[in-house]
């Protein structure tokens, strides 16, 4: 049973035009959320985090805003570069799971 | 700076042979975690380590795999006898933030099982 959902596989975005990776959960106790960015033949790196107490942090182009009520979160790019390009990973924790869930990622590609 | 170094990157071998996955995780950190990445079953954890001690070890899926952490420096994740199913790629990461904080992830070792 997935705690972690990522229901697109993949997306596909013109460059310049805005990016949204959706991730659903269902531990409603959790209260931390990180994105993940994966090249090919790569390690995962760290984009950006939220707790629950906040619904919304934004750094440079990626903001990731959390609605606590419909557990869900959301990922923005914008504007998406052809360098965005990658598959990205929602990992929520904490609240009693001292450790992380990663969903299993959605491919984003950018066009030029 | 040095990231996290895995050896080997890409690992094939014949099922029932010992296969030893190495990692050095980067300096001064004090949290390290093995995980592995399958199609099936996506990114997931297996063991981690505060201070060279294994904390949970709930995530390894059998017997058959053993992780050590002699020193700050240097981890190893072991599987003896290794199958097919094993065949997957498997990440180790370091953290200074806890284990909900970021981690730094090596490239991974690509396992295959023959």
């Known amino acids: 049973d997935q705690q972690v959902k990522q229901n697109s596989p993949s997306l596909s975005v013109q460059e310049g035009r805005i990016s949204i990776l959706n991730c659903d959960y269902t531990n409603s106790m959790f209260d931390y959320f990180l994105w993940y960015k994966k090249y090919p033949a790569e390690g995962p790196t760290f984009l950006i985090s939220i707790s629950s107490i906040k619904d919304k942090n934004e750094d440079g182009r990626f903001t990731v805003f959390l609605n606590k009520s419909a557990k869900h979160l959301s990922l923005h790019i914008v504007p998406s570069q052809p360098g965005d390009s990658a598959v990205y990973f929602c990992?929520?924790?904490?609240?009693?799971?001292?450790?992380?869930?990663f969903g299993k990622g959605t491919k984003l590609t950018v066009n030029p | 700076d040095a990231g996290v170094i895995q050896s080997p990157r890409h690992e094939v071998t014949e099922m029932g042979q010992e296969v030893t996955l190495r990692c050095k995780p980067i300096?001064?950190?004090?949290?390290l975690f093995w995980y592995r990445q399958t199609m099936m079953r996506g990114l997931e954890l297996l063991i981690y380590?505060?201070?060279?001690?294994?904390?949970?070890d709930s995530g390894m899926p059998e017997d058959r795999f053993s992780a050590k952490m002699p020193n700050a420096s240097f981890s190893t994740l072991k599987i003896q006898p290794s199958e097919p199913r094993d065949s997957a790629v498997y990440f180790c990461a370091s953290s200074t933030s806890g284990t909900l904080g970021p981690q730094h992830f090596g490239d991974g070792t690509r396992l295959s099982i023959l």
């Open positions: 300096s001064g950190h004090d949290y």
């Open positions: 990992a929520p924790g904490g609240g009693g799971s001292e450790k992380l869930v």
């Open positions: 380590f505060n201070n060279n001690v294994p904390i949970d």
